[in-house]
Every structure is written in C-alpha cells, then in structure tokens.
C-alpha cells in the first residue's frame, strides 16, 4: 500500500529553525518532492531529492534516506511569509505524485 | 502569462448539474493531472494523462470523468455533481526528465478551480 505521514500542524518564531518530517511507505520509490502552497493558492516546488543526502537551496534544505523511508524540510531564519502548508509527495516510477496531507506552519513574530 | 491556465477560477452550481472545468498549459509538457484538495486531506489524484491517447484512474476517479482533447488540454467533468464534490480543484502537468542522477516528474501547478455544489 501506499502511506506517506507528515505533522498535521507546527508553530514557530521569527529568526528560528524548523524542521519538517516526511515518511513514506510507497512500491516503485522515484524521488521525493517538497511543495510550499499558501493558503487559496497553488502549489510552489521547493525541493527534490533521489539520492540520499542532503539538498540545500538558499534558507531550504531537504533531506532523504531511503532505505528509512524518511524525509525533512529544514526551513532557516523563518520569516512570516514562510507561514504557509508544506506537502511532501513522493514520485512513484510509472505513475504520478503521491501526496501527504500536509503540514500547516505557522510563523509568530 | 500563466503556463498552467484553469477556467472556470470559481463556480457554485446545484445538485444534479454536469460541471466542466477545463485546463489549459503552455509548457510543451506531455503528461496533465487533476487533483482535488480538500481540508486536512490534501492533494487527491482524480485521473492523470501521458499524453493525448492515454487517461489513467487515479485515488478517487468515481464520479468523475476526463477528456484529453489535444497535448495543451484536459478537462474534468462531474456528470451530476453533488454536495461531497465541493472541493478546490488543481490541474497540474509535467515533463519527465531522464538522465543522471536527475528523475524529475516535478509537478506544475494552476491557479485552481473553487467548486461549490448546493
């Protein structure tokens, strides 16, 4: 079967580090992606990951490990507007995009 | 201009209605998707296409059907749309890129479609 679980809701400060996990059990694993979708609108890639390591992009960084079925989205010196839903889908050889149910951050000042 | 264009943005109708929303794009890119996102359950995948001749099921295609008119559109339609199909509604297309240790399906999405059934 296909499972990927994400926390449904997280808090933090301006200035702070977040970290946002993904775990995935899916047949025919491709690729991981990360999205930021705000509120009413559509959603923006962030990152993708095949191999395992870790992927850094600006205050970004994505991370794999495959053979754990396990992702994170670090986010860095968070702003307001990165206060948004991050959605974690995994891409499965053959077919398309499997989402998660997303994670809604919430940055306070 | 948009790359990934929905019509219409927002549509409420009644119970019973046959509701068409139609997707266009301008990427080039072979492969289209329809997804509905409702709240606390995310993207859901409706039915996909790989290209003009090919239309496959996706998690939750009951009640609903799919038209590939030409590489630039994909249509969605609800026969007779009820209340539960009250949803925000997202077309997306990508390109896959083979090669190296890149095995990209990244996703584009449009600007979604609100639908409400009464």
């Known amino acids: 079967g296909q499972n990927i679980d994400q926390p449904t809701e997280m808090t933090a400060t301006e200035g702070a580090i977040v970290q946002i996990n993904c775990t995935y059990q899916?047949?025919?694993?491709?690729?991981l992606f990360w999205y930021q979708q705000h509120a009413g609108e559509a959603p923006t890639f962030l990152s993708y990951n095949v191999l395992d390591g870790l992927e850094e992009k600006g205050r970004f960084s994505s991370f794999l490990s495959r053979s754990k079925g396990y992702s994170y989205l670090l986010l860095k010196e968070l702003q307001m507007k990165d206060s948004a839903s991050y959605l974690c889908?995994?891409?499965?050889?053959?077919?398309?995009?499997?989402f998660g149910k997303g994670t809604t951050l919430s940055v306070s000042s | 201009d948009a790359d990934v264009t929905q019509t219409p943005r927002n549509r409420i109708t009644k119970t019973g209605k046959r509701i068409m929303l139609e997707c266009s794009q301008t990427k080039g890119h072979d492969r289209m998707y329809w997804y509905r996102q409702d709240p606390g359950l995310g993207l859901r995948l409706i039915y996909y296409s790989f290209d003009v001749k090919d239309i496959n099921k996706g998690e939750i295609s009951d009640g609903y059907s799919v038209s590939r008119q030409a590489q630039a559109k994909f249509s969605l339609s609800l026969e007779s749309a009820i209340p539960n199909q009250t949803a925000l509604y997202f077309c997306?297309?990508?390109?896959?890129?083979?090669?190296?240790?890149?095995?990209?399906?990244?996703?584009?999405f449009g600007p979604g479609t609100r639908l409400t059934v009464l």
């Open positions: 889908a995994v891409n499965q050889a053959g077919t398309a995009l499997i």
């Open positions: 997306a297309t990508s390109d896959l890129v083979v090669g190296g240790t890149e095995n990209h399906n990244e996703q584009f």
């Open positions: 899916t047949s025919g694993f491709n690729g």
